[in-house]
């Protein structure tokens, strides 16, 4: 009798000639490289150093193309995109100590955010090793505890033959749901001596997959089908597992109001009769969700922006889809079902009963005049038509960058995506730098359509060396700076706290000037003729920014008091 375990890959012709003819020079850093190939990469970011040469040197033997950006946390920023766009395991290429740290941020936000990132960090030289203080330039007593707290894995090369395995065990964990980041770190000597493994020239690039447990199912979908007012809440696990179109289905099956996370933009039409949009940041919507008898959260923890702050307090019961085993039941009682989001779904739409339920619509819309009449009893004329502008002028297939600033804070309630996978932001982790490299990132990923990046003055200082990136690739990018002359949010939330803000006002560059230093076109625009200059620097090939000198203010927040008025 054969089982499958027993069945092992003969290799082709060609691959036993590679195996026992490998061509002459080749180092560690080609087993690296050949290894990226074999599992299908094509891109790789990062950014040299010493320890780090012997990968990049093997790069020039390889076919995988090289983005080369000129900050490591810029760089994991451009990772993380490129992997939230294709869905494939991004690789980042690191060197030793500094440049290994100064990557955190980034992988943090790709942690948070569910985003597969296979960075590979050289390390200093083997005798360094082991905590003792050789005083090897970048040298750390333990690199790798700097990183466990934030990657999903930690895998560690000592020796030559270990680094197809480790980086393979590497993307397959980066690619098993939920996505994230991983960390590969190889010594400097493993990387450059001559190797005498043979080429690598495959490699098992198929992640495990992650059903629910069909005891759970049954129940969740008896639980759903028996519902009187049933609701939804979709985050980023949802577009993440590409499930919107099983979503759709779903609530249509149970009428069910669908509301979006910051996470989930887009996983839902947003003109649906059945869309509450993501006002989930508003009372209003609160106020509905909580009422739901049977409440579906898919790919979502319910943490602190899709809770509203933590005020909502369901009174129905909860079933909870997660990817993230410990996310399931964090914050709220549930029914824990802990899969895939597109694989749940699934598995509901083949056992949910259809029931008829009038009137939801009419409820829809009820909560969405609410939201509507709270936001027009604020005077938001201009950052509403800030938004609108920046909506008309984006392509509807078009992605989106956002960094931590006010208009991003308006477009995690209040823009439509036009579909899933099409904006982005920081609000993962909540660094700052995020919105500029990450479209960058985007764009190496599908240069055929522009791409938009928002920052505010105070987020794009952080990656403002990128414009050489832009330019040195002809990146199809439009960076939109909205400069208010500070850490607008900050100065919003010191004000109102304090009476007064403290270390918010910025002295900043003339960001028209400093893009075309650059060689980047740039265009000082109006609220009046934001739609015009933003549209025509994106449908400009290659990079530009547009500058909108402006003061937004938030909407008022709900969580902080009931009044509504």
């Known amino acids: 009798m054969t089982h499958d375990h027993d069945l092992v890959l003969r290799p082709t012709e060609a691959q036993i000639s590679a195996a026992l003819n490998p061509p002459a020079g080749r180092n560690g850093g080609d087993l690296v490289v050949e290894t990226l190939a074999g599992l299908g990469a094509t891109t790789v970011f990062g950014l040299p150093g010493q320890h780090a040469l012997g990968m990049f040197d093997a790069l020039r033997r390889s076919s995988l193309r090289y983005i080369g950006l000129r900050v490591e946390n810029n760089a994991g920023f451009a990772a993380d995109a490129y992997g939230r766009i294709t869905g494939e395991a991004a690789p980042l290429l690191l060197s030793t100590g500094p440049g290994a740290l100064t990557s955190l941020a980034a992988l943090q936000e790709a942690a948070a955010a569910s985003a597969p990132v296979l960075a590979i960090s050289s390390q200093v030289p083997t005798p360094g090793l082991g905590g003792g203080r050789h005083g090897y330039l970048h040298e750390l007593p333990d690199q ?160 602190e922006l899709s809770s509203n702050y933590h005020t909502f307090k369901p009174r129905g019961r909860v079933v909870q889809i997660e990817a993230d085993l410990g996310k399931l039941e964090s914050n709220h009682p549930a029914l824990g079902i802990h899969a895939d989001a597109r694989l749940a779904l699934q598995a509901l739409l083949e056992t949910v009963v259809e029931r008829p339920r009038p009137g939801v619509a009419e409820r829809v819309r009820e909560v969405l005049a609410k939201v509507a009449d709270r936001i027009a009893a604020q005077e938001l004329t201009l950052e509403q038509e800030v938004l609108a502008s920046v909506r008309r002028a984006l392509p509807a297939d078009s992605p989106s960058f956002w960094d931590m600033t006010i208009l991003a804070y308006w477009a995690w309630s209040a823009f439509d995506a036009k579909g899933p996978n099409h904006m982005h932001s920081a609000q993962g982790a909540g660094g700052l730098g995020y919105g500029f490299p990450a479209a960058l990132g985007a764009a190496v990923a599908d240069p055929t359509r522009p791409v938009l990046a928002v920052s505010g003055d105070g987020g794009a200082l952080y990656s403002i060396a990128e414009l050489a990136t832009a330019r040195q690739y002809g990146l199809n990018v439009t960076w939109l700076i909205v400069d208010d002359g500070g850490y607008g949010i900050l100065r919003e939330y010191m004000t109102d706290a304090f009476g007064e803000a403290t270390a918010t006002e910025l002295t900043r560059p003339d960001y028209v000037a400093l893009a075309e230093s650059f060689g980047v076109p740039g265009v000082r625009t109006s609220p009046q003729t934001l739609e015009t200059d933003l549209s025509k620097a994106l449908s400009t090939p290659g990079p530009s920014v547009v500058v909108l000198p402006a003061v937004l203010r938030m909407f008022a927040a709900t969580h902080l008091v009931q009044d509504l008025s």
């Open 144 to 303: 790798a505890a700097s990183f466990r707290g934030v990657v999903k894995s930690v895998h560690q090369v000592r020796t030559q033959s270990q680094i197809p395995s480790a980086i393979e065990a590497a993307w397959k964990s980066a690619l098993t749901v939920p996505h994230g980041p991983v960390w590969v770190e190889i010594p400097q000597d493993v990387l450059l001596a001559q190797t005498s493994v043979p080429v690598v020239t495959g490699g098992d690039a198929f992640p495990e997959e992650l059903p629910p447990r069909p005891e759970l199912t049954a129940v969740a979908a008896d639980l759903l089908s028996k519902a009187a007012r049933p609701a939804i809440i979709a985050g980023g696990g949802v577009v993440r597992s590409d499930a919107s179109g099983k979503l759709k289905q779903l609530a249509e099956v149970l009428q069910a109001p669908v509301v979006t996370t910051p996470g989930g933009k887009g996983a839902f039409p947003w003109t649906h009769p059945l869309s509450l949009q993501s006002w989930i940041e508003d009372r209003h919507t609160t106020d509905f969700l909580e009422d739901a008898d049977v409440l579906l959260v898919i790919g979502s923890g319910l943490g």
